[in-house]
């Protein structure tokens, strides 16, 4: 039986830092059907974010998988580059945010499939992070807070539609693949996770990212406004007014009343 991760920290002198959202997969038999999942649904080298204590990785590797570990904790960092190399797979580690990463720049052309246990605090930031990536990673599994997902999966009109749904699901299709509860983690959350699927649409916007970001930051600047006025402080009335005419809109029409396209 593998240790707990409170121990294997201890034994490294670390503690989970509640300011980078570490909470760590403790099932492990969680943790090798995930792996497993990932593995068959990638198409070439795997980036994982935030590996940890590598409960993920361990079992990549072990299907022979080609790993990058990106990794921004030092000490977690250290350990996962001391592991031996006598695994089935490959295994690069790089110690940095991944907010920082150009996977292009970093890693070559892919295409790459991205995974990880994404940090709760950052897990927003994340996603448009792995959006502004998509051209060279087209797929990939997170596992996220619940509530999370469920904004990812939402229909528009619901409560949980809003901006992250709508720039994830221009370019991507997301399923929901299980749910994973707090006992799964140590220290244990007080929420339960739920593991998503991100693969690419077959038909997708000519626009960019950048500007359906600054649109839907906009967009949804004030839920209880309508589109006009939320788009009018962005963009100006003269704008506003034109866009919301040729699209037959009415001024009066909430963002979370439309569809992503």
């Known amino acids: 039986m593998s240790p707990a991760p409170k121990a294997i920290l201890a034994k490294l002198g670390l503690a989970p830092l509640r300011s980078r959202g570490q909470n760590f997969i403790s099932d492990r038999g969680l943790a090798g059907r995930l792996a497993a999942y990932i593995y068959a649904k990638a198409d070439g080298p795997i980036v994982e974010i935030g590996p940890g204590l590598g409960a993920l990785t361990g079992p ?27 695994q089935t797979g490959e295994l690069k580690v ?60 939402a ?32 220290p244990r959350p007080k929420v339960k996770s739920s593991v998503v699927l991100l693969t690419p649409k077959s038909i997708v916007p000519n626009i960019s990212r950048e500007a359906v970001g600054r649109l839907t930051m906009a967009a949804f600047h004030a839920r209880r406004k309508t589109l006009f006025n939320n788009l009018t402080r962005a963009y100006g009335r003269e704008n506003t007014t034109r866009a919301l005419e040729s699209l037959s809109l009415e001024p009066s029409i909430r963002s979370e009343m439309l569809e992503p396209e």
């Open 60 to 86: 990549l590797l072990a299907q022979g998988a080609t790993v990058t570990a990106v990794e921004i904790d030092k000490g977690l960092a250290t350990e996962l580059k001391n592991w031996p190399q006598n």
């Open 94 to 153: 790089l110690e940095m945010d991944a907010l920082n990463l150009d996977l292009r720049r970093d890693l070559g052309p892919g295409p790459f499939m991205i995974c990880g246990n994404l940090p709760y605090n950052i897990s927003t930031q994340l996603l448009f992070w792995y959006l502004s990536q998509a051209e060279v990673a087209p797929k990939a599994v997170f596992m996220l807070q619940k509530e999370m997902a469920e904004r990812l999966t």
């Open 155 to 186: 229909k528009p009109g619901s409560r949980d539609y809003g901006r992250l749904t709508v720039a994830v699901g221009l370019w991507h299709e997301v399923k929901t693949v299980f749910d994973v509860p707090s006992l799964a983690f140590s």
